[in-house]
């Protein structure tokens, strides 16, 4: 899984008037969870989520709090309503023997037999929530639509990675090929 990297100052005032003016200075307030004793609260610079939100990759952070370092993902981050500037970000720490649930991007490949003969490809879920230790985390799950004839999908329950558990529902559909205008027309046509 990709790394990046946060530098990030301790929050020593934890009242609204501090975190008020964290946001004035174009800082974002923030949480660490799970590093077993009190949660870490920090604030890192505006500019340095840049790569790390508005992509739709999912990394490692490695983050690096007045010169402490921790191992952790970005668990939740809540945008202002009307300007869509970060207000808070949660992280939480991770551990090399302790399994961490997080949303993986879907990756397609391939190029579908129903699609070359006019079907419509669609896809359904574009995230999937998996659990598994952060080495075996992958950057993508690559779902490989060739074989997909007109009617046909991939299902959460048709996918395996090695050390990799998804929890979303197995019967949900990934992606699919479903019937055009064009398709139905064309084999009118022929009868």
Same mark, same amino acid.
């Given at each position: ?14 009242? $609204? ?5 964290? *946001? ?12 077993? =004793? ?23 952070? $490695? ?12 668990? /939740? ?17 991770? =551990?090399?023997? *302790? ?12 190029? =579908? ?10 896809? $359904?879920? *574009? $995230? ?10 992958? /950057? ?17 329950? /048709?996918? =395996? ?16 090929? *479903? ?13």
């Amino acid at each position: 899984m990709k790394t990046f990297e946060i530098q990030a100052a301790l929050r020593p005032d934890l009242t $609204k008037q501090s975190v008020k003016a964290i *946001r004035n200075g174009e800082g974002v307030p923030c949480v660490l969870y799970g590093t077993g =004793s009190d949660p870490v609260h920090f604030s890192a610079p505006l500019s340095a989520f840049k790569g790390l939100v508005y992509t739709p990759d999912v990394y490692m952070v $490695k983050l690096i709090v007045d010169g402490k370092e921790h191992q952790c993902i970005l668990q /939740d981050i809540q945008f202002h309503p009307v300007t869509d500037i970060i207000q808070h970000a949660d992280f939480l720490a991770v =551990s090399n023997d *302790r399994p961490v649930t997080i949303h993986i991007p879907v990756r397609i490949t391939g190029a =579908s037999e129903g699609v070359k003969q006019g079907g419509k490809l669609v896809t $359904k879920v *574009r $995230k999937l929530k998996v659990k598994a230790l952060p080495a075996k985390l992958p /950057d993508s799950v690559a779902v490989d639509i060739t074989p997909l004839k007109i009617g046909d999908d991939v299902r959460v329950r /048709d996918l =395996s990675l090695e050390g990799v558990t998804f929890l979303d529902s197995p019967s949900n559909v990934i992606v699919g090929v *479903r019937t055009t205008r064009n398709v139905v027309a064309a084999a009118e046509t022929k009868k």
